[in-house]
T-cell receptor
Framework: AQKITQTQPGMFVQEKEAVTLDCTYD???????LFWYKQPSSGEMIFLIY????DQQNATEGRYSLNFQKARKSANLVISASQLGDSAMYFC????????????WGAGTKLIIKP | DTAVSQTPKYLVTQMGNDKSIKCEQN?????MYWYKQDSKKFLKIMFS???????INETVPNRFSPKSPDKAHLNLHINSLELGDSAVYFC???????????????????????FGAGTRLSVL
């Protein structure tokens, strides 16, 4: 069965440092998509970045980049130059293209940026 | 101009009551979803609709009934509320994942889901 694993329940990082949030996935399908979402304390879910299984390049969106290692089935989120406003829960999700394209979600990582 | 809006944001009610949560999206998307986020922040898909047609119906008590009057709206009605229904409920929408751009491979559709702000339901 498809599965997403986020092994870091919580992380503390000093402001302005880079941070890597881990995500590994389990699928035997050739086609899938990987997403990262941010959930600040206010509660909304904010889409950050997407990586398709056929994409050759790692996705980047501003300070966010996705370190996609297909053979290792990992899709880590890298946030460069962290800011206090980056403190939030971060969720990794995988689109299951063989089950109505539904998203399979990880348990999340709570990131706290220290000033 | 909010893309996916759901109301109310907070809902406090007694056990046994019936309540509804409304969701509207102005993104022109064909597909809408309801998720439940429990106290441990775990997200679980409940339903998805594509062009008003039910696509995903996970193992959810039949006290929960989604209704899609048109493709821009997906409401969630809950009958006979129980303590265990207390959670945050999210509505989301996406482009139709079953249709790519003309000439494109549908499997390459991103299907990015955009979420509403959530409805925190507390059953007392």
């Amino acid at each position: 069965a498809q599965k997403i694993t986020q092994t870091q329940p919580g992380m503390f990082v000093q402001e302005k440092e880079a941070v890597t949030l881990d995500c590994t996935y389990d699928t035997s399908d050739p086609s899938y998509g990987l997403f990262w979402y941010k959930q600040p304390s206010s509660g909304e879910m904010i889409f950050l970045i997407y990586q398709g299984s056929y994409d050759q390049q790692n996705a980047t969106e501003g300070r966010y980049s996705l370190n996609f290692q297909k053979a290792r089935k990992s899709a880590n989120l890298v946030i460069s130059a962290s800011q206090l406003g980056d403190s939030a829960m971060y969720f990794c999700a995988m689109r299951d293209d063989y089950s109505n394209y539904q998203l399979i979600w990880g348990a999340g990582t709570k990131l706290i940026i220290k000033p | 101009d909010t893309a996916v809006s759901q109301t109310p944001k907070y809902l406090v009610t007694q056990m046994g009551n019936d309540k509804s949560i409304k969701c509207e999206q102005n993104l022109g998307h064909d597909t809408m979803y309801w998720y439940k986020q429990d106290s441990k922040k775990f997200l679980k898909i409940m339903f998805s609709y594509n062009n008003k047609e039910l696509i995903i119906n996970e193992t959810v008590p039949n006290r929960f009934s989604p209704k899609s009057p048109d493709k821009a709206h997906l409401n969630l009605h809950i009958n006979s509320l129980e303590l265990g229904d207390s959670a945050v409920y999210f509505c989301a929408s996406s482009q139709n994942p079953w249709e790519g751009a003309p000439g494109s491979d549908p499997f390459l559709a991103k299907n990015i889901q955009y979420f509403g702000a959530g409805t925190r339901l507390s059953v007392l």
